[in-house]
Nanobody, 121 residues
Framework: QVQLVESGGGSVQAGGSLRLSCAASGYRYMDMGWFRQAPGKRREGVAAIASERSTRYADSVKGRFTISQDNGKNTLYLQMNSLKPEDTAMYYC?????????????????WGQGTQVTVSS
C-alpha cells in the first residue's frame, strides 16, 4: 500500500524559503509530483520527477522551486525559494506509475494529505 506523508509547510514572508518533504512508502520507481490548491482554485501541478529522473516545472515556479528525490530515504523534496504571496496554497505530494503528463493531477493515483504554505506580503 502506497503511503505519502507531507511535512515542512508553514508561514513565511515574501522572499523567504521553505523545503517541503514527502515521506513515501510501499512503492518503487513511481513518477512523483508536487501539486497545490489555493481556496477556490483548481489543483495545479507545481513540479514533478519521473521514475527515470527527468523533471518538469510549472512556468510560475521555474527558477524558484527545485524538486529532488532521495531514494535511500524514500523521500521527495520541494525546495521553494523567493516565495510570493501567490504561492500560498495547500501543497500535496502525489505518485503513480506510467504518468503521461507529469503536471496533470488526474494522472496520479496516490495522494498525501497536504501541507499548508502561507506567504505574506
Amino acid at each position: 500500500q502506497v503511503q505519502l506523508v507531507e511535512s515542512g509547510g508553514g508561514s513565511v514572508q515574501a522572499g523567504g524559503s521553505l523545503r517541503l518533504s514527502c515521506a513515501a512508502s510501499g512503492y518503487r520507481y513511481m513518477d512523483m509530483g508536487w501539486f497545490r490548491q489555493a481556496p477556490g482554485k483548481r489543483r495545479e501541478g507545481v513540479a514533478a520527477i519521473a521514475s527515470e529522473r527527468s523533471t518538469r516545472y510549472a512556468d510560475s515556479v521555474k527558477g524558484r522551486f527545485t524538486i529532488s528525490q532521495d531514494n535511500g530515504k524514500n523521500t521527495l523534496y520541494l525546495q521553494m525559494n523567493s516565495l510570493k504571496p501567490e504561492d500560498t496554497a495547500m501543497y500535496y505530494c502525489a505518485a503513480s506509475y506510467f504518468v503521461g503528463d507529469l503536471l496533470t493531477p488526474s494522472e496520479y493515483k496516490y495522494w498525501g494529505q497536504g501541507t499548508q504554505v502561507t506567504v505574506s506580503s
